[in-house]
């Protein structure tokens, strides 16, 4: 059986930096009748155990460790037996937010994540985060990009932690080198495809935001 992608939006704020703003976040489920792979376990880990239903949870991947995309990651861990995933340049951010609770296993650039007939390639794409990553399906035809690239240009880069250069750098060489009609899933908002914001990369650099 294929592996699909199933989309949940869930809702609740993003903190940082002594702010508090209140988002919706993209969580996306991948996998077939017997299991799936969680992206994102955002704010409700009730609605995503209800999403996942009966089917086994083999892990629980974390494309940054920004509040807002890992708040109810333990909680979804504890009550599925899940392992969390996170890049280990990211826990000065995991310790905001879960300082008693370490993730169970390290991302590394080039790893695949197979679940289900899907295999999901980790790219390492810093700049919104230290140890922001992409997840990379070319049997799906898709990308998860988490705060990375959105419809519309790079994750925001102006608090802590982030970069802009770096972003650029991350999406001009891990992103913008995949395949055109690649879709482009987000961690929030739109989804879109590479080759649609792709030629906006000069106009991004010229606006450095």
Not at 15 to 32: A, P, S
Not at 56 to 73: E, F, G, P
Not at 141 to 156: E, I, S
Request: aromatic content about 6%; proline content about 7%; hydrophobic content about 40%.
């Amino acid at each position: 059986m294929a592996a699909r992608i199933e989309h949940l939006v869930t809702s609740g704020t993003f903190r940082l930096d002594g702010g508090t703003w209140d988002v919706d976040n993209n969580v996306w489920i991948v996998g077939d009748d017997r299991e799936v792979v969680v992206i994102d376990a955002a704010h409700d880990a009730d609605a995503i155990a209800e999403a996942i239903g009966d089917r086994r949870l083999t892990a629980i991947i974390c494309t940054h460790a920004h509040n807002d995309h890992i708040d109810a990651a333990p909680a979804l861990a504890e009550r599925t037996g899940a392992p969390i995933w996170l890049h280990p340049d990211d826990m000065p951010l995991w310790k905001q937010t879960h300082p008693d609770r370490q993730p169970d296993h390290w991302l590394a650039d080039g790893q695949v994540i197979e679940t289900a007939g899907a295999d999901l390639t980790v790219l390492h794409t810093p700049g919104h985060a230290p140890g922001a990553v992409c997840l990379y399906d070319p049997g799906l035809g898709t990308v998860f990009t988490g705060d990375t690239l959105f419809a519309g240009g790079p994750g925001a880069t102006g608090r802590s932690y982030s970069d802009f250069p770096t972003i650029i750098d991350s999406i001009r060489d891990r992103l913008l080198a995949l395949p055109p009609d690649t879709v482009v899933r987000t961690g929030h908002g739109d989804s879109t495809t590479i080759g649609a914001e792709a030629p906006n990369l000069q106009e991004w650099i010229d606006r450095g935001h």
